[in-house]
């Protein structure tokens, strides 16, 4: 029976069968993980998850596609249908209540207009999360992955870089989908940190100079920053790293914007 996919719910579903097969592989699952999936749709990766981990959890905000999916992994005893919207889902209650011990690992082909949401989302959960593979946009993957020096570099490149090792593993096709997105995609791989790469003495601090650095890229430091730490302060820290006073966020790497949030901030 097929289901059109809702545009309001941001479905795209992947319908290519070697890329479905190449996600499957690239996520180096074993009978040891247990996998959360985020939406299940029409349940092509669903069951295939379910022949290659030890327990699936596959989440589906859309009851339409239940009939279907409960016939087509019904014959997996460790494949779990449930209906949730993963950014209303308590992963630690969740993982609580099933008494789950392990840390687990989410694969997705998350909707693209909520990606950064779903992302923001896992982090706050990432101490219960190993490791998160999801379908994005093709720039939006850029943006993610992105270092110091480039034009995708911005607020949210440092964010999750804080949180976890990020990679674009490869790139898909929009023909791979149906319907077919207007951009190709790309499949992102994020591994949690235990620690963050660099020393931060106050993370409100660390967070709110990139916010503030990055919401007029344009301008220098010591412009887009003049509300929110002296000016003498930011030269002198500027000068001590060698570091052009007229440099602009894009210029400082996550250690940088550490060492200066831990200078200005003392």
């Keep these: 029976m097929y289901i059109k996919p809702k545009k309001s719910l941001g479905q795209n579903f992947i319908v290519d069968k070697n890329i479905q097969k190449k996600i499957v592989s690239a996520c180096h699952l074993s009978q040891d993980d247990i996998v959360l999936e985020i939406g299940a749709g029409m349940g092509d990766l669903t069951e295939q998850l379910a022949q290659s981990a030890k327990e699936v959890y596959a989440l ?37 209540e099933n008494r789950i011990k392990q840390k687990i690992k989410i694969i997705g082909n998350i909707p693209y207009y909520i990606s950064s949401p779903i992302i923001e989302h896992l982090i706050r959960y990432r101490a219960d999360i ?10 939006f993957g850029r943006r993610v992955n992105a270092a110091c020096g480039s034009k995708e570099y911005g607020s949210f490149s440092c964010f999750v870089q804080y949180h976890a090792e990020s990679r674009i593993i490869f790139e898909i096709k ?3 989908f149906k319907p077919s997105p207007k951009i190709d ?12 790469p660099v020393d931060v003495k106050d993370e409100g601090t660390f967070f709110k100079l990139i916010r503030s650095s990055f919401n ?11 509300d929110c730490v002296s000016l ?8 001590s790293r060698g570091i052009d006073r ?21």
């Excluded at 007029?216 to 003049?226: D, E, G, I």
């Design 130 to 139: 190993d490791s998160a593979f999801m379908t994005v946009q093709k720039e």
């Design 185 to 196: 995609s790309s499949f992102l791989g994020l591994k949690f940190r235990l620690l963050p």
């Design 60 to 96: 589906e905000i859309d009851q339409r596609l239940f009939p279907g999916l409960k016939q087509r992994i019904g014959a997996y005893p460790n494949c779990h249908l449930v209906n949730a919207d993963i950014l209303e889902f308590d992963i630690h209650k969740f993982l609580k």
């Design 246 to 266: 007229n440099a602009r966020p894009e210029d400082l790497s996550l250690a940088e914007f550490a060492q200066m949030s831990n200078y200005v901030g003392t």
């Design 232 to 239: 003498d302060s930011l030269e002198a820290f500027l000068k």
């Design 216 to 226: 007029q890229r344009r301008k220098t430091l010591r412009n887009s920053l003049s």
């Design 174 to 176: 929009k023909g791979s």
